[in-house]
């Protein structure tokens, strides 16, 4: 029987409850298959409309630089936490743009061999008005995926 290697996993984090509750399976996998762990927050820029169907970025680079460097220094924070509970491979990742084809881009990039990510379960209207960065995920990764729904 082969066997399956599962070297590197890629874990979104967009810090809500539902992330968290993803990052603790990764990390658990992670400490299973002696893999190596990168968290990966993508700041999202919001679109603000204007008059005449035109979109203007509501936030400068030096805000996005700066929400980037919080968020880093929180992934930090987390790996820190994890490594306290033996999750010792952990690095991080901070990006902008939009948040599926980050996490794609990225598991490209590292090659990772799993991305771990939450669902926060939204279905009808808002489902069908922002669609779900998961569902996106799943359909276009480059490896597989292991969606956590929150409990």
């Known amino acids: 029987m082969n066997t399956i290697t599962c070297k590197q996993i890629l874990c979104p984090v967009d810090f809500s409850d ?7 399976y990764a990390a658990l996998l992670t400490q299973k298959l ?3 762990l990168t968290l990966l927050h993508v700041v ?9 169907d035109a979109l203007m970025p509501p936030m400068r680079q030096a805000d996005l630089a ?7 220094e929180r992934l930090t924070r987390t790996a820190g936490d994890l490594a306290e509970k033996g999750v010792t491979r952990v690095s991080c990742l901070v990006t902008n743009g939009v948040p599926y084809l980050e996490i794609i881009r990225a598991a490209e990039e590292l090659h990772a061999d799993m ?6 379960g939204r ?3 808002v489902h069908l008005m922002i669609g779900s960065v998961a569902e996106r995920v799943v359909r276009k990764a480059p490896c597989a995926v292991l ?3 929150h409990q």
């Open 18 to 24: 539902c992330s968290d509750y993803a990052m603790r």
């Open 34 to 36: 002696e893999a190596h």
């Open 44 to 52: 999202a820029p919001i679109l603000v409309p204007l008059p005449g």
């Open 66 to 72: 700066d929400i980037a460097d919080a968020c880093r």
């Open 115 to 120: 991305i771990v990510m939450g669902t926060h």
């Open 123 to 125: 279905s009808g209207l």
């Open 147 to 149: 969606t956590v729904k």
